[in-house]
């Protein structure tokens, strides 16, 4: 169905929307053969941000001609075929690593533009796509990672998330958003999909409709990360999951008809929502869709999308494992023991979640003793320790542009040296982040990490840390704020040892970081990061 | 060439923001101390200072708010 880009004759638009009104972004697809037969050199340089919309962009330095490539994963299940060809892919191309996304999907780096038509093919020939998973365009679906497995969702989101998904997937009507655009489609009862941070979100609700109780969605809009962050705000209707295909067209729709295209700075979503609010927003919605009032939400906490350990399917004497992937970084070999181990003892079927992590669903009780006896299991642990079982990290200076400082191996080695020098019985969400953007979600840590550069007292340039604390999807969702003080990055575990070693003996038992961080008060948590500051074991 | 966002403290815990385009972090770090040399008639000492943001295109700027 074709439709009038109204804002093709608007004064002022952005470059880039000049760019996308001469060429769709999807239109790259047709030019890559092109280019993967003559080489990265046949590439024009305005032609580089078209390639988000292949799912690809350009490592640092872009000049060199290295790829990241995200593929999408919808609400992050994967089967083994999928998984054993992604393992493939990181195997040949990819220098043996797959990064998990904090939206379920994966990433490969390392891609060479001669690489591209193969990978595509191979994506391709077992239901896989990085179309659309970067780029102004609806991106990858975050979902319950537990769909369909999950005893306590509302209802099974599998097939509403592949309808979707399937429906935008290189749809022409939908490839020219103002901005990027996030959705999450769940009935995790947990807040698995990180509601409030998503475009646009569908969350479990009832409604008793014609005397009957009907399970279905209440509808988020307008959140996101990034420099100026915004929690999405609730609509006043209810959806039937037969209609969430319909509500996804006519919320997009609206984004791409009314959505701001002159400020590419305003383009996302959250922008028009701060400006109508969801009363307005939810009028302008029932101009294309007719819904009932609000029910009953039933979304009871925040599990943050962690699932350790093993636990009951709905499905009587299966059972799901949830392990730690440490900062969400798979290597070859380990992915091609989890094709196996998930094959042998599953149904092959592995699943991401937008905590860097994995689940093996559909394991028969009496296997689940003799799965996680295998030697995998020493290294991606079904129990994780506090601080690595919760660490996050993004990409950081190894591959991205705008990382100020290196992330996923320090995440790592912090976390590591946390769970050697304290235990607690509380997690710690740790997030690191390598510069002021968000793919690390650090603004809803219970502590987030942001690199920056600094000179230390002998004058020398070194990589450093500013700390954020207090942040929260749970009933009081907020973001993170920011304590006074830097922490060079050599001492950042010193400091941080201390720090928590505080919050060790403060806490209440059972006490989690965040009801302490509000029962305490930011200036005491200041208070007592000045102090260690002082006594000279960071550069203050 | 990228855009690069400093913060220094300098005497009397006195904070200044610096914006400078440069090649590279170290020498946007140069260029950083440069331009605080020339802002003041009498050379402050730098306490400390620290990049806080980069962005790729040099056309464009940052909104310098309270740290």
Request: negative net charge; proline residues 4%; contains cysteine.
């Amino acid at each position: 169905m074709a439709y009038t880009k109204h804002w093709a004759n608007q004064e002022k638009l952005s470059k880039e929307e000049k760019a996308k009104l001469e060429k769709d972004g999807l239109d790259i697809l047709d030019d890559i053969p092109y280019y993967a037969r003559n080489g990265f050199d046949s590439i024009p340089k305005e032609e580089w941000s078209f390639f988000k919309w292949a799912g690809l962009y350009l490592q640092k330095p872009k000049e060199d001609g290295y790829f990241m490539m995200r593929v999408n994963i919808p609400s992050g299940v994967m089967t083994n075929e999928q998984l054993k060809t992604l393992a493939g892919i990181a195997k040949d191309y990819g220098r043996d690593v797959l990064d998990i996304t904090t939206r379920q999907a994966v990433q490969f780096h390392w891609l060479q533009i001669e690489q591209i038509p193969d990978i595509f093919d191979r994506l391709e020939k077992v239901g896989l796509s990085s179309v659309g998973a970067c780029g102004d365009i609806m991106r990858t679906i975050v979902g319950n990672p537990l769909a369909g497995i999950d005893p306590n969702e509302l209802l099974d989101t599998r097939e509403i998330v592949n309808d979707v998904y399937h429906y935008f997937q290189r749809n022409r009507d939908f490839s020219n958003l103002p901005r990027k655009y996030k959705i999450s489609i769940s009935a995790n009862v947990d807040n698995a999909q990180n509601a409030e941070i998503n475009c646009l979100s569908f969350v479990p609700a009832v409604k008793v409709i014609d005397g009957k109780e009907v399970s279905g969605f209440h509808v988020y809009v307008g959140g996101g990360l990034a420099a100026k962050p915004h929690l999405a705000k609730p609509l006043n209707v209810f959806v039937r999951p037969e209609q969430v295909k319909d509500v996804t067209i006519a919320v997009t729709t609206i984004f791409r008809d009314y959505g701001y295209r002159e400020k590419r700075t305003r383009a996302r979503l959250k922008f028009l929502m701060a400006d109508w609010g969801p009363e307005k927003f939810t009028e302008k919605l029932s101009e294309y869709i007719e819904l009932p009032e609000k029910g009953e939400e039933r979304l009871t906490g925040w599990n943050a999308g962690y699932f350790y350990g093993v636990h009951e399917q709905k499905q009587e004497g299966l059972r799901y494992v949830g392990v730690n992937v440490p900062v969400g970084r798979l290597h070859t070999e380990e992915l091609y023991e989890l094709v196996r181990i998930s094959d042998q003892y599953g149904n092959g079927e592995v699943r991401t979640s937008n905590s860097q992590n994995i689940v093996i669903p559909n394991i028969p009780e009496d296997q689940v003793e003799a799965m996680l006896n295998e030697k995998l299991f020493e290294h991606l642990l079904p129990e994780p320790k506090s601080f690595m079982g919760y660490a996050v990290s993004c990409t950081g200076i190894e591959y991205c542009n705008l990382a100020l400082v290196e992330t996923k191996e320090r995440m790592k080695n912090v976390a590591d040296h946390l769970d050697e020098a304290l235990s607690l019985e509380v997690p710690i969400r740790l997030h690191m982040v390598g510069c002021p953007n968000a793919c690390g979600q650090r603004q809803i840590a219970d502590i987030g990490l942001q690199g920056i550069k600094m000179k230390n007292k002998d004058k020398k340039m070194v990589e450093a840390f500013e700390i954020y604390v207090g942040g929260t999807l749970s009933e009081s969702a907020q973001f993170n704020e920011k304590l006074k003080g830097k922490i060079e990055a050599g001492q950042l575990d010193g400091v941080l040892v201390q720090f928590l070693q505080v919050f060790k003996q403060e806490k209440y038992r059972g006490e989690t970081f965040h009801s302490y961080y509000q029962r305490v008060g930011l200036p005491h948590l200041q208070e007592t990061l000045d102090e260690i500051l002082a006594n000279n074991v960071a550069v203050n | 060439m990228a855009l690069y966002r400093f913060n220094a403290v300098l005497d009397e815990e006195k904070s200044v923001h610096i914006v400078v385009s440069a090649e590279a972090e170290s020498e946007a770090f140069h260029l950083a101390e440069k331009e605080i040399e020339r802002s003041f008639l009498k050379m402050p000492e730098i306490h400390e200072i620290m990049l806080l943001e980069k962005k790729l295109s040099t056309k464009g700027g940052f909104v310098l708010q309270e740290i």
